[in-house]
C-alpha cells in the first residue's frame, strides 16, 4: 500500500503528478491559505457541489489555523469540516481513487500524513422516468438511472428494514466501477451472496466501461452456441423490491439503469409487473395468455410448414391452411426472407426519428409485403404467418429472449424443410436441451427451476397468485426469531 508522506510539499507533488492536473483541465487542483497553514484541495469540475464547496471554502478562510499537532487531520474534520459524509485516509490509491469517483481531496500542511476526503459529489443524471420497455398501466411510474446512489434510494424507499443489506464493491481495472450486492438478510441464500461476492472480487477485466453487461459477461462464460440470456434485469424499483422480498439477490452496477436479479431462471423472464397490479384473476388470465402465445410463436411457422409438406394426410377440414398461390420462391426461402425482412423493418425503426418511426414501420411492412405478394415473390399466407409471429414475439418484454426463440424456430424451419417430422422431432427436442445446458449464475438452482428441481408451490405461483405467499410466512418467521433472539439478550 502507498502511504502518503509526512512532507506536505512531497504529498502535493505526487498527488499532482499521479493525477495529472496540468494535462487535464477538469482536474483541479485548489490552494487556499488557512490562516498561518496551507490546504490543496483536488476534485473534478462537474462532479462535485458547487453551492456547497463554496461555503465550505469561505468558512475554511476565517479560521486562524488547521489545528497544528498530533492528529492534526482527524482534529480538523471533527471541529471545522461541517459535512455529513468525511473520511480520514493515508492510502494514496484510495485517495485517488475517492477523487476520480467526485469526491473531494484535501490535504494540510499541519496533517502529515493523512489526508480529509470530503464526499461532495454529485453525478449528472436524469429523472428516475418509468422504463420504456417496462410500462404498467397501473402503478408507480419511476425507474432506475444510470446513477448508483438513486438506484439504492429508491429501493431503500420500498423496503424500510434493517436486514436490507447494501454490499459495496469495486471491480473493473481502469473504469473502477462501483458495484453493490443488494440482498434481505435472512432471506437470502448466505452461502450464495458469499459467493457471488467472492465471484466479483476475483473477476479481473480490463474496464466495466458497458455496465452491468460488461459485469455479468466476467461472471458468466458465455457458450456462443446457447441463445437464451443468462441474467434477467429489471429496470423498475417497484419489480426489484419484491424480488428482493422473495429471497433474491440484486446486482446494482454504477452507469447501468437495470440491476440483475440472481438466481435466475427462464420462467423468471416470462414476469411481468402488471400481473400483480392487475386482481388476481386479471392478472392470471394475462399470464397464461402471454405464455402460450410466445410458445405459439417458436412451433407456429415451423408446423404449417410441416402441414405443407404432408398434404396427404392434412384432414378436408384444414385445406384451408394450403396456400392459393404458392408464390415464385420455395415456402421455406419466403418464412426465412420474412424473417430477415421484420428483423431490418425493426432496425429501420429504431435508426428513425420519433415522429416518423410508427408511420415508417407500418407503412414500410404494409408497401413491402403487398408488392412482394403482387410480383410473385411471396404468398399472402407466409406473410400472415410471419406477421402473427411477429406481433406474438412482442407478447414479452425480453428482447434476449425474443431472439433466442427466433433463432431456435429458423433451425426448427431448416430442420423440418430438410428432414421432414423427423427434423421438426429434432428441433423441438433441441430447445429443452439448451435451457438444461445454460450456464448461468444460479448457485443451487438450475435454469429450469422449479420444473427441475420440481418445485409444486413455486411452479403454481408462476401462473396463479396465492393469497399467502411462502416469502410472507417465511418474513414472519424470521421476525419471530429475532424477537426471541433480542428477548433472551
Not at 19 to 45: A, C, P, Q
Not at 312 to 340: A, K, R, W
Not at 350 to 377: C, H, K, Y
Request: neutral net charge.
Amino acid at each position: 500500500m502507498n502511504i502518503l508522506s509526512k512532507v506536505y510539499s512531497e504529498n502535493v507533488g505526487s498527488l499532482d503528478t499521479l493525477l495529472r492536473v496540468e494535462e487535464s483541465f477538469d482536474l483541479i487542483s485548489r490552494h487556499l491559505t488557512i490562516g498561518k497553514d496551507e490546504g490543496t484541495f483536488y476534485y473534478i469540475d462537474g462532479f462535485v457541489k458547487d453551492g456547497v464547496m463554496q461555503k465550505i471554502f469561505q468558512y475554511f478562510l476565517t479560521l486562524k489555523d488547521m489545528c497544528p499537532g498530533e492528529s492534526s487531520a482527524k482534529r480538523f474534520a471533527s471541529r471545522h469540516v461541517p459535512y455529513v459524509e468525511v473520511d480520514i485516509s493515508s492510502d494514496v490509491d484510495a485517495l485517488v481513487l475517492a477523487v476520480l469517483s467526485g469526491s473531494v481531496v484535501m490535504l494540510g500542511s499541519t496533517f502529515e500524513d493523512k489526508a480529509i476526503i470530503i464526499d461532495a459529489r454529485t453525478y449528472p443524471a436524469r429523472s428516475t422516468e418509468e422504463p420504456d420497455n417496462d410500462r404498467v398501466m397501473q402503478g408507480a411510474k419511476d425507474g432506475f438511472v444510470e446513477t448508483l446512489i438513486f438506484n439504492t434510494a429508491l429501493l431503500r424507499r420500498r423496503v424500510r428494514d434493517t436486514r436490507l443489506t447494501m454490499l459495496y464493491k469495486n471491480a473493473g481495472g481502469s473504469s473502477k466501477t462501483d458495484i453493490v450486492i443488494c440482498y434481505m438478510d435472512g432471506l437470502a441464500d448466505k452461502k450464495y451472496v458469499e459467493k457471488l461476492s467472492k465471484k466479483i472480487d476475483e473477476i479481473s477485466p480490463k474496464a466495466l466501461t458497458l455496465g452491468y453487461m460488461s459485469l455479468a459477461e466476467s461472471l458468466i462464460k458465455r457458450r456462443w452456441y446457447n441463445p437464451f440470456p443468462k441474467i434477467r434485469t429489471l429496470e423498475r424499483p417497484d419489480a426489484a423490491a419484491s424480488e428482493i422480498m422473495e429471497g433474491k439477490v440484486l446486482i446494482i452496477c454504477d452507469t447501468s439503469p437495470q440491476v440483475m436479479v440472481l438466481p435466475t431462471s427462464i420462467f423468471d423472464f416470462w414476469q411481468e409487473t402488471n400481473d400483480y397490479y392487475f386482481p388476481p384473476l386479471t392478472g392470471c388470465y394475462l399470464r397464461i395468455i402471454r405464455h402460450s402465445v410466445f410458445i405459439l410463436s417458436l412451433i407456429l411457422t415451423p408446423t404449417w410448414l410441416l402441414l405443407l409438406q404432408n398434404q396427404d394426410i392434412l384432414p378436408t377440414s384444414l385445406n384451408f391452411i394450403l396456400p392459393q398461390s404458392p408464390g415464385g420462391m420455395p415456402i421455406l426461402l419466403q418464412l426465412l426472407l420474412c424473417e430477415l425482412a421484420i428483423d431490418g423493418l425493426k432496425l429501420a425503426s429504431m435508426n428513425t426519428p420519433n415522429m416518423l418511426s410508427n408511420s415508417l414501420s407500418v407503412i414500410g411492412g404494409l408497401i413491402l409485403g403487398d408488392f412482394a405478394v403482387q410480383i410473385g415473390w411471396l404468398c399472402g399466407d407466409v406473410i400472415f404467418y410471419s406477421a402473427v409471429v411477429a406481433i406474438a414475439s412482442f407478447s414479452q418484454q425480453n428482447y434476449e429472449l425474443g431472439y433466442a426463440f427466433k433463432f431456435l424456430r429458423i433451425i426448427i424451419l431448416v430442420l423440418t424443410s430438410l428432414l421432414g417430422l423427423t427434423g421438426y422431432v429434432i428441433g423441438l427436442l433441441l430447445v429443452p436441451l439448451l435451457l438444461v445446458t445454460n450456464e448461468t449464475v444460479n448457485g443451487g438452482h438450475s435454469y429450469l427451476y422449479p420444473l427441475i428441481p420440481f418445485n409444486a408451490k413455486a411452479f403454481f405461483r408462476l401462473y396463479f397468485r396465492l393469497k399467502k405467499n411462502d416469502f410472507e410466512k417465511k418474513i414472519e418467521k424470521n421476525q419471530n426469531f429475532s424477537e426471541k433472539t433480542l428477548d433472551k439478550r
